[in-house]
């Protein structure tokens, strides 16, 4: 195995013990990204002096005796839209180009502490607002499965990267879907932690209004469930930036291992491939010694009526004059078709959805004391043909109504591999998406591994 095939938990045993130094594995990482980055575009910035440098740390803190990181020596990517000292945070806009962080956001600053090595800056669409990732400032990111389907988004670099050997760990953020569905379209393991458990800040720009506070969050994508649960810890840890993070315990109380199967939330039109995939990873937990029963889920809908009303209410006072002033023909398209779909809340209508947002998460709480995991879809469809939002946004939106819905709540949820199949764009991965309760991201995680272990092992990929 090369070094940049390895996991992150073969990593850092490797570079804890001595067999490898991290300085090869950040050397190897770099010549893989030199190898496909061009084909994919999934790494937007780098600093490979830099990435160097801190290779170079661990191993003379290695050398010295001292008490290596979790990650020691784990290469790793950031998304463009979050602060990394030296980096600008962009967030796939011209206008913030020059926008050059001085500190490290809370989950940054976490990954170096764990001892990771950033390799590199991963491509965003602008302002992160699409499950495709192009842009006017660094172009177009491709999925190295097939360039014919999108890599996902808004952390479409990141998946792709992580997909075709350019770190073990793409961090991603998700507010509608930009970690899960970046995951199930690149075939990996994305997590969407719940609300307060990775802490948040860019000190690089004002803080963000209450949608925003209540529902984006970051997480990691990865070739295993290991590394995610690695990853996740790491970037669990608190930061007093962040007065939303709760240090609530990684593990919690035993629980029944019952899981709920709905194969069509709401009347949601579910494509034959999604449907196997997920009567498939209902059968793996099965198989695995969970009782799986298939009844219909908490609220979707109302939830994703919401929550894109709080969008619209955050751009329309925060980011219009933006919007005009990047200019970008994507950004600029899918806010046009959200107003289309969605009317502009008034300041009642605001009120309104967050006290009803209560009662969304007592009833999805209720359910999930009794079925701690429900499979569902991550998207009604398999990966969507790229760009395919310039052309239909309306069945793009209907087939994501998973994605949005679930964030008003503050959930976690994640997307688990299960295989491939050939959809409308040709050769696509599949999956399912679990949910779980807040702060038991550890179920889904032993439900994810149960699925992982049953199903085709994720391998890197490299592109055509």
């Known amino acids: 195995m090369e070094l940049f095939e390895r996991s992150a938990m073969q990593i850092a045993k490797a570079v804890t013990a001595g067999d490898v130094t991290a300085r090869e594995v950040t050397q190897a990482v770099l ?50 839209n979050v602060d990394q000292t030296g980096f600008a945070t962009t967030n796939g806009l011209q206008i913030q180009k020059d926008l050059i962080a001085t500190t490290d956001s809370p989950v940054v600053a976490s990954l170096r502490r764990a001892g990771a090595v950033i390799v590199g800056r991963t491509n965003t669409p602008a302002f992160s607002l699409r499950w495709f990732t192009r842009n006017s400032l660094h172009g177009h990111t491709k999925n190295p499965h097939n360039p014919a389907i999108t890599p996902g988004g808004s952390s479409g670099g990141a998946a792709a990267a992580t997909a075709a050997g350019i770190g073990a760990m793409g961090h991603g953020t998700d507010i509608g879907g930009s970690i899960r569905y970046p995951a199930y379209a690149c075939g990996l393991q994305g997590i969407r932690p719940t609300l307060g458990r990775v802490a948040a800040r860019n000190a690089s720009a004002p803080d963000r209004h209450i949608g925003a506070q209540l529902m984006a969050v970051s997480g990691p994508h990865a070739r295993s469930v290991a590394d995610l649960r690695l990853t996740l810890d790491v970037m669990a840890q608190p930061d007093l930036q962040d007065p939303w993070h709760v240090p609530a315990p990684m593990k919690g109380a035993a629980y029944p291992r019952r899981a709920a199967l709905c194969v069509n939330p709401e009347g949601l039109n579910t494509h034959p491939l999604v449907e196997q995939s997920l009567r498939g990873a209902a059968e793996r937990l099965i198989d695995a010694g969970w009782d799986v029963t298939e009844v219909d889920s908490p609220p979707f809908r109302a939830p994703a009526r919401l929550q894109a009303q709080l969008w619209l209410a955050e751009m329309e006072r925060g980011a219009k004059a933006m919007f005009a002033q990047e200019a970008d023909p994507d950004a600029l398209h899918v806010l046009a078709e959200m107003h289309k779909i969605t009317a502009l809340p008034d300041l009642n209508e605001v009120l309104d959805a967050l006290q009803a947002r209560v009662g969304f998460l007592r009833e999805w709480e209720m359910f999930l004391a009794r079925y701690p995991v429900l499979i569902c879809p991550v998207s009604s469809e398999p990966p969507f043909p790229d760009l395919l939002d310039l052309d239909d946004f309306a069945r793009c939106l209907e087939a994501q109504l998973t994605q949005v819905g679930l964030p008003l709540m503050g959930l976690p949820g994640m997307s688990v591999f299960t295989g491939f199949g050939r959809g409308e764009a040709g050769h696509t991965p599949l999956g399912a998406q679990l949910i779980s ?6 179920i889904m995680l032993d439900a994810a591994e149960a699925i992982e272990q049953r199903s085709p092992t994720i391998n890197v990929v490299t592109p055509a």
């Open 31 to 80: 010549a893989r990204m030199d190898a496909v980055n061009p084909a994919i575009n999934a790494v937007v910035a780098r600093n490979d002096e830099e990435a160097l440098q801190a290779a170079d740390e661990v191993d003379r803190a290695r050398a010295a005796g001292a008490t290596l990181g979790p990650m020691a020596g784990v290469p790793v990517t950031t998304k463009e």
């Open 437 to 442: 309760a807040r702060y038991r991201e550890d």
